[in-house]
T-cell receptor
Framework: QKEVEQDPGPLSVPEGAIVSLNCTYS??????FMWYRQYSRKGPELLMY????GNKEDGRFTAQVDKSSKYISLFIRDSQPSDSATYLC?????????????FGTGTQLKVEL | GAVVSQHPSRVICKSGTSVKIECRSL??????MFWYRQFPKQSLMLMAT?????????EQGVEKDKFLINHASLTLSTLTVTSAHPEDSSFYIC?????????????FGQGTRLTVV
């Protein structure tokens, strides 16, 4: 079993839809959670970072963490064609520069006009 | 957020030659940087952890003599793919965590697409 599971998609939605992207994990030591957006042939771009259980909102994006269920989500409201990309969840047990992240496989999202 | 710059963004080389990829943290110091490899439509695979002033730590299955890592300063790490072969063609990405922010968030370079012909 992988430490982090993420549905690879592809996920296709109409413009304006609410998108829900999810990851589950098995390592209860994970405390820090991140969502990245990656456009084709580009490096991942940090979208959201969360630590505690609950919701964190930033514009059209909301990150949700449920540590008891080992489940994290990223919601995108009013999705736009420019949101079409691969979304990667990432997590780590520790903070600090030397601690590596564990990534999900990424979900490919396409927002259609 | 912090900026990590990676160069070159794309390189084509002949089989048997070596290629060097640079990763720089532009506005912060990074004692640790990470090198990933990504195949099409797959997630990031950690290759090695680059430690400033000491040897890199390689993940299982990654040949350290083939993928040479040098982290000579707090803002620069390099990955050299030695004696490259077509199977080394891939997307290579570096990242670093900004210790000023507690090292929680990791920032990535733009990636380098290596094609070995």
């Amino acid at each position: 079993q992988k430490e982090v599971e993420q549905d690879p998609g592809p996920l296709s939605v109409p413009e304006g839809a609410i998108v829900s992207l999810n990851c589950t994990y098995s390592n209860s030591a994970f405390q820090y959670f991140m969502w990245y957006r990656q456009y084709s042939r580009k490096g991942p771009e940090l979208l959201m970072y969360t630590y505690s259980s609950g919701n964190k909102e930033d514009g059209r994006f909301t990150a949700q963490v449920d540590k008891s269920s080992k489940y994290i989500s990223l919601f995108i409201r009013d999705s736009q064609p420019s949101d079409s990309a691969t979304y990667l969840c990432a997590m780590s047990a520790y903070t600090g520069g030397g601690n590596k992240l564990t990534f999900g496989t990424g979900t490919q999202l396409k927002v259609e006009l | 957020g912090a900026v990590v710059s990676q160069h070159p963004s794309r390189v084509i080389c002949k089989s048997g030659t070596s290629v060097k990829i640079e990763c720089r943290s532009l506005d912060f110091q990074a004692t640790t940087m990470f090198w990933y490899r990504q195949f099409p439509k797959q997630s990031l695979m950690l290759m090695a952890t680059s430690n400033e002033g000491s040897k890199a730590t390689y993940e299982q299955g990654v040949e350290k003599d083939k993928f040479l890592i040098n982290h000579a300063s707090l803002t620069l790490s390099t990955l050299t793919v030695t004696s490259a072969h077509p199977e080394d063609s891939s997307f290579y990405i570096c990242s670093a965590r900004d210790q000023r922010q507690g090292g929680t968030e990791a920032f990535f370079g733009q990636g380098t697409r290596l094609t070995v012909v």
